[in-house]
């Protein structure tokens, strides 16, 4: 379940759950997040511990946090007729 939260708790959970050798860095956080203290926030907690592959989606002063299991990741950034090539 997807819940509203504040700027520093969605810091709190970014630095709890970022994995640097997938890009989520300190240097991401304060070059993207960390001066849009005003925008609204939500994080969705993993489903399970497959789920470990931490995702943002941003856009138009919002940002989601939400977990991914590495075959939903995998399968997340495939278009349609990816396996025809």
Not at 20 to 33: A, D, H, K, Q
Request: aromatic share 20%; hydrophobic share 30%.
């Amino acid at each position: 379940m997807q819940s509203q939260i504040p700027h520093s708790q969605f810091k709190t959970l970014y630095f709890q759950y970022a994995q640097p050798l997938s890009g989520w860095t300190e240097e991401y956080w304060y070059r993207f997040f960390e001066t849009k203290k005003e925008d609204v926030y939500y994080f969705e907690a993993p489903e399970s511990l497959l789920a470990s592959r931490m995702m943002i989606s941003s856009g138009q002063n919002t940002h989601r946090m939400f977990f991914l299991t590495e075959e939903a990741e995998e399968s997340f950034c495939q278009f349609p007729n990816d396996d025809d090539q």
